[in-house]
């Protein structure tokens, strides 16, 4: 009950940490709501299977699962049988998904799933997508379409598939998406069976089904049902749901980070500012147990009353997420909000325990108050930094330090995350030792100003002298806030020089034939392109070990160096992950579930240009039929062709301009939004802090009105306080960053082999610096004005 009148008597102190609190849980509740409603779901060419029998997973080389080996025709002949014969089974289809594109005029179709939009006329049972009009594709030469296309029965329609432009008859459309061939043909394309479709015979039970089925495999695959069969999914679905569920993991990590740091400096001021409180405390009785006991009960219930209203505005939010990334492009097609209990209790139990670990340090120095501290002033602790504090401080410091060191030497994949786990450890460190030189800092900025015989700047000093730790903590946010912006649009500008110029060097005096609203290059392409780098992708399962298979890309090249028969060339670390040397065999399985023993004939430095795992680009064509080629390099002797439609050509720089502009949408929203949500809500924080700060001064204000001063001089104090506050913050929160961004261009500049300095974005900064000043000036003066009415009155 104490715990309680205490959060009801003194709500304003309370107010900043419970607004912080339920900011964080807020977005927190956001994207915890919207990962979970972005699970995979089946698909609706499935919604007519009773369950799916699928091959093995094989591991990648860091041992996670990933593609599924495919079974070859002669292993799956007896599977099929065995899954035909299980009781209640109605048919068994081979689902086959390859290339297949409609060309009308000299334009492919818009379609974002051309990759698998090919199929054999047996998978319209699968859904089951119903025959409109026409007739089942019996020929090689026949197709029936989704009556959407608008081709009409008997038809001519060209189609490019992998080998180029084809002419097919329609014969049929119908009520789904997808091109239908006959069986023969689609297994042309995609000889290897990936997934098996149980169709069930009507009032059969799919569990009965599943069972049967797991029975009939006998441990050759899995088979899943139900929700199960969402498994399977399209690759540009699968593709959006990646970078979407890494822009929201991306905005929960920071604002998680952002709610610790903002909630623990403000419970460390609301508490600091209590110390007479809890010295008559400890005066009349109070243990030391009993003051820690009662500061950590006061945080949880801040805690659960913000966690509530988090998850409540939360809730309310997650549609306008919704909408920001479906305009981004980075969410499955329509995706349908579910709210379930686990991102509630998860983020409210974050919401909670932040509080509580953010009261703990401000519990455990509240508890070391001496009752004698009763008749003191509450700031009269506030100089100076305890030991704990410094070992913590400079332990932060140096890890920081070693972090920005790693982010100039760690791979191109981690040195984003590198460089924001830096800054926000370099942050933190900050935020400990501000005490040290706060009051150094004060001394040096009020110096010009005294000169003039005000009394303002002295006060300014002063105020920041004796209560360093005070001002430490109104520092603190601004600290992350301008470190941030400072960060992500540093990130931002740095990458958008550096990625450019090195892509462009590479490729310098080439010219690039690229996919136009196609998923990749023809072998029509390739052919009008014969001299060139043209590298064939396939996935491949490579058996360095008896018992393992490692999944990993397999490149099939027309380079004569590396274009050997019966012959692999390894990148340096590739080969040593599969523990193979020059002059070993390998078995390595194909698309198609054939196997080939292959040859490691050389071991070469790693080199992305040519490839980790490099066999001859027939051997690939042979195994894999629906594989599409890579961007065609043309050297400058030679003359590029984009006649094929569907294909554009490049020089060196549009080409890497537009290579990165393919992904520099997504990666500035990234920024600007994770630019709003670390600013915003440090700018919030700010305003919280200075209002208790003001608050928490009113009897300084009234002693110094009592002596003759103004309103006005006491609001101009308040300001210049409060500017001081953010001048400090803003230059801590720029120099925190410059390491960070140092290492990262250090980085990019070996990386891109050209040279990369470090790039900052100015505008980003001043609206960080200037949003944060005037929100922290406008609580202070609003706070302080209302006080000195209210003693007025």
């Keep these: 009950m104490l715990i309680l009148a205490n959060v009801r008597e003194r709500w304003s102190g309370f107010l900043g940490a419970f607004i912080a609190v339920l900011v964080g849980v807020a977005l927190i509740t956001t994207t915890l709501v919207i990962y979970d409603s972005s699970r995979p779901t089946v698909q609706p060419r499935y919604a007519g299977t009773a369950a799916l029998a699928l091959p093995e997973q094989a591991l990648d080389a860091d041992g996670s699962p990933e593609d599924r080996i495919p079974w070859s025709k002669a292993e799956a002949e007896p599977l099929l049988a065995g899954l035909d014969a299980v009781p209640g089974v109605a048919g068994v289809v081979v689902d086959r998904s390859f290339y297949a594109q409609a060309i009308v005029g000299d334009k492919p179709v818009t379609d974002e799933g051309a990759l698998e939009s090919g199929h054999g006329w047996d998978s319209t049972r699968m859904a089951p997508y119903k025959l409109v009009s026409g007739k089942a594709p019996s020929g090689d030469r026949e197709v029936v379409v989704d009556r959407a296309l608008g081709a009409a029965v008997d038809s001519e329609l060209t189609v490019n598939i992998t080998a180029g432009r084809e002419r097919f008859t329609v014969v049929g459309t119908v009520d789904g998406p997808g091109y239908y061939f006959s069986e023969a043909f689609a297994a042309k394309q995609q000889p290897g069976v990936r997934a098996i479709a149980l169709i069930a015979d009507k009032g059969a039970s799919a569990g009965a089904i599943a069972s049967g089925a797991k029975k009939a495999l006998g441990g050759k695959g899995t088979v899943v049902s139900g929700d199960g069969r969402s498994a399977l999914q399209p690759e540009y679905i699968e593709h959006k749901r990646f970078l979407g569920v890494q822009l929201i993991s991306a905005m929960a990590i920071l604002g998680l980070f952002t709610t610790v740091f903002v909630v623990a400096s403000m419970l460390v001021l609301a508490t600091g500012m209590r110390r007479r409180e809890i010295g008559l405390l400890r005066t009349i009785g109070a243990g030391p147990d009993q003051v820690r006991r009662m500061i950590l009960g006061e945080a949880a219930v801040v805690g659960v009353l913000g966690s509530i209203a988090g998850c409540l505005a939360g809730i309310a939010a997650t549609p306008l997420l919704r909408g920001i990334l479906k305009g981004l492009d980075v969410t499955p097609p329509n995706l349908e909000i579910t709210v379930s209990a686990w991102p509630l209790l998860a983020a409210s139990a974050i919401g909670i325990g932040v509080s509580v670990i953010g009261a703990w340090a401000a519990g455990r120095k509240a508890a070391q108050v001496a009752p004698i501290e009763a008749l003191l002033d509450s700031r009269s602790a506030n100089q100076g930094m305890g030991r704990g504090r410094w070992i913590a401080g400079l332990a932060v410091l140096g890890t920081g330090v070693v972090l920005a060191i790693g982010t100039a030497t760690t791979g191109a994949d981690n040195r984003i995350n590198m460089a924001i786990f830096a800054t926000m450890t370099l942050i933190v460190a900050a935020a400990l030792l501000t005490p040290v030189f706060v009051g150094h800092i004060g001394r040096a900025l009020t110096a010009p100003f005294q000169r003039n015989g005000s009394a303002g700047p002295v006060l300014i000093r002063a105020e920041m002298v004796a209560n360093s730790r005070r001002a430490a903590s109104l520092v603190a946010p601004v600290i992350a806030a301008v470190g941030f912006a400072v960060l992500l649009s540093g990130i931002v500008e740095t990458m958008r020089v550096a990625y450019p110029a090195g892509e462009a060097l590479k490729v310098a005096g080439q010219t690039i034939v690229t996919p136009a609203g196609t998923p990749g290059n023809t072998d029509e392409v390739v052919a009008a392109n014969p001299v060139g780098k043209a590298s064939l992708p396939t996935r491949a399962f490579v058996s360095a070990a008896a018992d393992k298979q490692t999944v990993l890309d397999v490149l099939g090249t027309r380079d004569q160096r590396w274009s050997k028969p019966g012959e692999a060339v390894l990148g340096e670390r590739t080969a040593k992950e599969l523990g193979l040397k020059q002059g070993q065999s390998v078995p390595v399985r194909f698309a198609d579930g054939a196997t080939v023993t292959l040859r490691v004939g050389e071991v070469l430095p790693d080199d992305p240009a040519r490839g980790d795992f490099v066999v001859p680009r027939d051997l690939v064509r042979a195994h894999d039929p629906s594989a599409l080629t890579d961007d065609i390099f043309v050297p400058a002797e030679a003359k590029a062709s984009d006649a094929v439609p569907g294909t554009a050509l490049h020089d060196a720089a549009a080409y890497a301009l537009a ?68 001048i400090v913050g803003a230059a801590l929160g720029i120099l925190v960053t410059l390491p960070p961004l140092a290492g990262m261009a250090s980085g990019l500049s070996q990386a891109t082999s050209s040279d990369v300095s470090l790039h900052l974005n100015t505008g980003a900064i001043t609206w960080a610096v200037i949003g944060t000043l005037l929100a922290a000036i406008a609580a202070g003066v609003t706070v302080t004005w209302q006080t000195m009415r209210r003693k007025t009155a």
Excluded: C, P, W
């Excluded at 009105?705 to 409060?722: D, I, N, P, Y």
């Design 659 to 726: 290579d990165y502009n393919t992904d520099s949408k997504l990666t500035d929203s990234l920024a600007n939004m994770l630019i709003v949500i670390a600013v915003g809500y440090s700018v919030i924080a700010v305003a919280n802090s200075m209002a208790m700060a003001a608050h928490g001064r009113r009897r300084d204000f009234a002693v110094m009105k009592s002596a003759g001063g103004t309103v006005r001089q006491l609001l101009l104090l308040s300001v210049g306080e409060t500017a001081m506050v953010v």
